[in-house]
């Protein structure tokens, strides 16, 4: 539900933002594409796993949701001002992106992740170019800009590993019994067991 609620927050609040705030920042090189370091970030989170009756592997139906959430967000993109470009180049671009990342495993060490984004968000900037250069008439040095792609790998591999590294909770109803806690438990259990309120009566009766 989380990730549900996450991904509907990138595709109405990220695309703002990119235009608001990231594009007028003054970085050397370009600007990093915060669209799709999110879609990257959440594309392999909503995979569904064993615990919600999903394939604890690579599976479609994960494939599928990273798939629409990125073309969702790319499309949000897209059409956000100045909407200068052709309609749609976007979409397809992390609609890819967002089927890859969610294909690949989620349960991985914080290095493996990284680098899988990394790997996506290059592949998925090298795309973007070239469909800019052909489709807009960008001239290439501009639609293959090395700085705005680095920035966003750079930012795509970093928030991959912090989803990599924070902690997972527990479920719940499995919570472990140490011997100190179940003879604990079991005193306390008795002894308040014990403890009936109309135990004094009965006894004088």
Request: charged share 15%; net charge positive.
């Amino acid at each position: 539900m989380k990730a549900i609620v996450l991904s509907v927050l990138v595709v109405l609040v990220a695309p703002v933002l990119q235009v608001a705030v990231v594009n007028g920042l003054s970085l050397p090189g370009g600007h990093p594409d915060i669209v799709l370091v999110a879609v990257i970030a959440l594309a392999p989170r909503l995979r569904p796993g064993p615990e919600a009756g999903g394939l604890p592997e690579r599976g479609a139906a994960g494939g599928g949701a990273g798939a629409f959430l990125g073309f969702a967000a790319g499309l949000a993109a897209d059409i956000a001002p100045p909407a200068d470009h052709t309609i749609g180049r976007l979409a397809l671009v992390m609609c890819l992106a967002g089927w890859v990342c969610a294909r690949a495993a989620a349960d991985g060490t914080a290095g493996r992740r990284a680098t899988v984004a990394a790997v996506v968000a290059l592949g998925a900037a090298l795309a973007g170019g070239v469909l800019a250069a052909l489709l807009d008439g960008t001239p290439w040095g501009a639609a293959l800009a090395p700085g705005a792609a680095a920035w966003t790998v750079g930012l795509a591999a970093v928030v991959a590993a912090a989803f990599a590294l924070r902690p997972r909770r527990r479920p719940f109803g499995r919570v472990p019994r140490s011997r100190g806690g179940s003879r604990g438990g079991s005193r306390g259990g008795s002894r308040g067991g014990s403890r009936d309120p109309y135990a004094r009566g009965r006894r004088l009766a």
